[in-house]
């Protein structure tokens, strides 16, 4: 494919590459372009941005047209795609997405035995069952505090069928927002039972919650898996906003995520981030784009040059996005024209989008509704304009959780000032329940 050729695993065990730059050396050059575009920053260049001052042309990776940078995932040693396929919205019928993806270099496929109701599995092992060899595969499953090691092995075994192969490379527990998931012992018998059948290579967390920086910390420090699946992006540095005060009235109180990040690869762990488009409405900024530069690529050319990131997934629904999203694969550096596309993005969305990892309102609601999550799903029917999969994701929650059902009989002042964004989520929640409930 465009992005060159996909390396072979000679032995689904024992697999190690050998890439083009060193890892140390990758990671170096990203401290170095990251400290020079926060010394940018500095200089002023944020002010020349906001008064209009014309950024810089920057050109397109050599090879715009597919993978450019196969990245090592931390301590797995696995060389993978830096910007990789995501399938939480992958339906039936849709096996020719993931062979664009795979022709155009991607060989990670991200995916969830929950995703489109076990849809997004089978399309995958559909697409992917003669190609098994040259790509890695990664699925989650949600193993709460009272599960057993036979529930998960169901779990495993049941994505195991839909996948049409008898591993995965990483299995993750998905969407954990409290400690008590990651003390469950069983979850330790049945990883040990799973790798010594060959079931699993390695395992993750995978979260995008208001406790997320508290679980990644603790997970970290008892060493409990081997990659990190974090919902993360621009908006949730700080260093963003730390140029922004004047213009912005914001708060970046995202301080401990980042810090959970730097210590987790203290350990080599792999971190993967995704929600990297932050609401992901694309075409509300196609009027902005110029020069051959999107939003979503100064997204990616953001996130890719954080350090502490290893690379990204995004829901890939159509092979124009694809191709336009893998402009940005190799990048380590953010130029003036991605800062202003950012900047404008974030002035669109700040007081509508909900950082997941903020957690300012989380004792807010005296019926413990979990805001963050009611609006989560929203924004899934609202930016991602993706009715099905919010609806999905919302009536899962209601299960779980408990839903947004007791904001319609509240009159909103528990947590009319709760958010220090000033998202008015009296106003959001509730009719979120009437539009999925």
């Avoid at 784009?289 to 939003?295: L, P, V």
């Avoid at 997934?313 to 336009?324: K, L």
């Avoid at 380590?332 to 989008?353: H, I, P, Q, W």
Wanted: with cysteine; proline share 3%.
């Amino acid at each position: 494919g465009g992005g060159g050729p996909i390396q072979v695993l000679p032995n689904r065990l024992t697999t190690h590459y050998t890439p083009l730059v060193s890892a140390s050396k990758r990671r170096s050059m990203k401290q170095v372009n990251r400290r020079t575009f926060l010394s940018r920053l500095s200089l002023g260049v944020v002010t020349g941005l906001v008064s209009g001052i014309r950024s810089r042309a920057v050109a397109a990776p050599a090879d715009s047209t597919g993978v450019n940078n196969y990245t090592r995932l931390g301590r797995t040693e696995l060389e993978i795609s830096d910007i990789s396929f995501g399938s939480s919205r992958l339906r039936h019928g849709e096996e020719y997405l993931v062979r664009h993806a795979l022709d155009r270099g991607i060989n990670y496929f991200d995916t969830a035995e929950s995703y489109t109701r076990g849809s997004s599995e089978t399309v995958l092992g559909k697409a992917l069952k003669a190609d098994r060899n040259r790509v890695y595969l990664a699925t989650k499953t949600v193993a709460g505090a009272g599960d057993t090691r036979q529930e998960m092995m169901r779990s495993l075994e049941g994505s195991l069928r839909r996948l049409q192969t008898d591993y995965v490379d990483i299995f993750f527990n998905h969407a954990v927002n409290n400690l008590a998931r990651l003390k469950n012992p069983e979850w330790f018998e049945f990883v040990d039972l799973a790798r010594r059948q060959g079931k699993i290579r390695f395992t993750g967390m995978s979260g995008h919650a208001g406790k997320l920086a508290e679980c990644v910390a603790y997970a970290s420090r008892q060493d409990m898996f081997d990659v990190l699946l974090l919902a993360t992006n621009f908006g949730e540095d700080p260093a963003f906003y730390e140029r922004f005060t004047r213009s912005f009235d914001l708060v970046a109180n995202q301080q401990r995520l980042p810090a959970a990040m730097a210590e987790a690869k203290t350990k080599d762990l792999g971190i993967i981030a995704m929600k990297v488009l932050r609401g992901a409405r694309l075409n509300d900024m196609r009027p902005y784009e110029s020069e051959g530069h999107t939003y979503a690529q100064a997204a990616f050319r953001w996130i890719l040059s954080n350090p502490d990131v290893d690379a990204s997934i995004v829901s890939m629904t159509g092979t124009d996005r694809i191709d336009e999203y893998l402009v940005a694969s190799g990048a380590d550096d953010v130029s003036d024209a991605d800062l202003r596309l950012l900047e404008g993005y974030a002035r669109m969305t700040d007081t509508s989008y909900c950082r997941h990892a903020c957690n300012d309102c989380e004792d807010a609601c005296p019926y413990g509704v979990p805001i963050p999550e009611v609006l989560r799903t929203r924004m899934y029917a609202t930016d991602y304009g993706d009715f099905s999969f919010a609806r999905d994701e919302y009536r899962a929650l209601s299960r779980n959780q408990g839903g947004a059902s007791a904001c319609l009989s509240c009159d909103g002042s528990p947590c009319r000032n709760a958010c220090s964004y000033h998202i008015p989520i009296a106003d959001l929640c509730g009719p979120t329940h009437r539009l999925l409930g």
